[in-house]
């Protein structure tokens, strides 16, 4: 299936995946080796795992870790809600079925950390869209990190867009041995498993997001302050949540 019949099967999949995010994940997924392992680090209602499993090949093993407990749903929801948990469970459950994926994804609900037993062996794509925050963002890049083999890469949605990804990344990633920084579609951050980098262009290429980063949290800060609701007063387009 093409990227754009992949993109078509998720147009009503709520989510924060951006069509350009959503093509770099696709590639990703489209390059894992046959037989090859992919992890998913938070699912929502399924848009970043349909398109996961839309573009891998058949033999590929597809993990989906995500304990659809309410928590970290999306910006600014921190707190757990039992309505809203069995709400995301049900509908990432049904769209899984409409598009045609529910065989080929095993879902852990699970909270990541305490996941890793579940999922067997080296990982070959990781794509990590969980729990926003500096300690779990953190462990879920150096834990799951870990399990990436070399040559593989790992994903990080809301990269030098949220504080505490931001944070975990810089922590675990700006002077990595092992991953080295490749690109990113707006928030979402391409890093591949190199040991042979240079780790100072590889932190320099990293340190030069940092505008685009401070410029986000300048614009979260507004939107927060109610610039929204003041730009509307004055007729002119609100900008949206930076991801
Ligand atoms: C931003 S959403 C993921 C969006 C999804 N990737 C998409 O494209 O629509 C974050 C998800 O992370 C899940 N989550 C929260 N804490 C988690 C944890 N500790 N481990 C795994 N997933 C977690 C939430 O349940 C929520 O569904």
Known sequence: MSFDEAWQAVTDVEGWMTEGQ?????????????????????????????????SAAPGVEIVAVDPHAGN?????????????????????????VTAGVSDRVTHVRQFSDRAHKMVGGEIDLLYIDGAHRYRSARADIRDWGARV???????????????????????????????????RSRSLAIYEVSPDHSRGSNAARQLAQLPWFAKNVGLKVLLSLGLGKLLAKLGRPTPEWPY
């Open 22 to 54: 959503g093509r770099a994940l696709y590639q990703a997924g489209a390059a894992c080796p046959a037989e090859g392992r992919i992890v998913e680090i938070g699912s929502f209602r399924g848009r970043s795992t349909i398109v996961l499993g839309l």
């Open 72 to 96: 970290d749903r999306g910006p600014r929801e921190f707190d757990g809600f039992e309505q809203e948990a069995s709400d995301d469970h049900a509908r990432f459950t049904a769209n899984l």
């Open 149 to 183: 083999r070399p040559g593989g890469r790992m994903l990080i949605h809301d990269s030098f867009s949220s504080i505490g990804v931001t944070l975990a990344i810089l922590r675990e990633l700006l002077l990595s041995k092992r991953f080295r920084y490749v690109a």
